[in-house]
């Protein structure tokens, strides 16, 4: 099993940033592709990005494409994810999942999910 633990949440204006950070443990091995997702109150949960394990990523959601940037440290089995020019529409519970296989926009595609970690923002 993979263990995920996210963290880096909290409350920001708008306009402001904020980085995620996603740690990977237990059988970490099959953690090829990890991607963050978000779910906003009232909606349903939505791909963020997701990247494997050389780095190569998918296409950024649309409504973060430019503003959002994934990263990942495999010496350190965590992904990160820099949230710049935050907006209210962010506000969601952000949470981390891995997959053993290529890195997707679908949520059935990831074997492991974390707890999630709230992100606010204020206007």
């Known amino acids: 099993q993979v263990q995920l633990v996210e963290s880096g949440g909290g409350l920001v204006q708008a306009g402001g940033s904020l980085r995620l950070s996603c740690v990977a443990s237990?059988?970490?091995?099959?953690?090829?592709?990890m991607a963050w997702f978000r779910q906003a109150p009232g909606k349903e949960r939505e791909f963020v990005v997701a990247?494997?394990?050389?780095?190569?990523?998918?296409p950024y959601a649309e409504a973060v494409k430019g503003r959002f940037t994934i990263s990942r440290d495999n010496a350190k089995n965590t992904v990160y994810l820099q949230m710049n020019n935050l907006k209210p529409e962010d506000t969601a519970v952000y949470y981390c999942?891995?997959?053993?296989?290529?890195?997707?926009?679908?949520?059935?595609?990831?074997?492991?999910w974390g707890q999630g970690t709230r992100v606010t923002v204020s206007s």
């Open positions: 999942a891995t997959s053993p296989g290529p890195a997707r926009g679908s949520a059935l595609e990831y074997e492991y």
């Open positions: 237990g059988r970490t091995s099959s953690a090829y592709a």
């Open positions: 990247v494997t394990r050389s780095g190569v990523h998918t």
